[in-house]
């Protein structure tokens, strides 16, 4: 997500994004301990900023990272039909856009234990851009790529009974036409 003043922030979900899930209350969490937020200009103290320098061993990081705690399951959330997404929660959100992605907020969350992610104060951003990048393992695409190969297959096979039904076709309309 990059903010109307110019900050990035996001976050990797290790769970599919999905609406609520059936049977479970509205405004519900899921998602997994591989999770993590990242922000380029997080609200840290002297303190913080000086510990994720050494963290990460460069002296001017790009990114900060924020790891899963283990504090809560509070990972990710999503409402569709409200046009809301989010990552952490305890305390506020990690992250939360709303209105379709046009603003947000960041707070201080138990579940990655990170700072608010803009420097704004309160939290608060515009959105002016937002970029989504999905992760597939290789077994899922060598599995839709055999399931690819089978339809393709399948179709293959009607193709060639039909083509085979249009020559019979054919060759009787020829023997109907010789015999008029």
Request: charged share 15%; with cysteine; proline share 3%.
């Amino acid at each position: 997500i990059k903010t109307a003043d110019g900050d990035i922030l996001g976050g990797y979900a290790d769970t599919p994004w999905a609406n609520q899930r059936s049977g479970v209350s509205r405004g519900s969490f899921f998602g997994g301990g591989r999770a993590f937020l990242f922000a380029t200009n997080p609200l840290l103290s002297e303190e913080e900023e000086l510990s994720q320098r050494n963290q990460v061993g460069h002296g001017d990081a790009p990114f900060s990272f924020f790891r899963w705690t283990g504090a809560n399951e509070y990972s990710q959330i999503c409402d569709f039909d409200a046009g809301t997404l989010g990552m952490g929660g305890g305390g506020s959100f990690g992250f939360f856009v709303q209105d379709n992605f046009t603003w947000g907020s960041s707070g201080a969350c138990e579940t990655f234990s990170n700072p608010p992610l803009v420097k704004s104060s309160g939290g608060s951003f515009d959105v002016v851009d937002v970029e989504v990048y999905v992760f597939t393992s290789m077994c899922t695409r060598l599995f839709n790529a055999s399931s690819r190969t089978s339809s393709f297959a399948s179709v293959n096979s009607s193709l060639s009974s039909s083509m085979n039904s249009t020559q019979s076709i054919s060759s009787m309309l020829s023997r109907q036409s010789s015999l008029v």
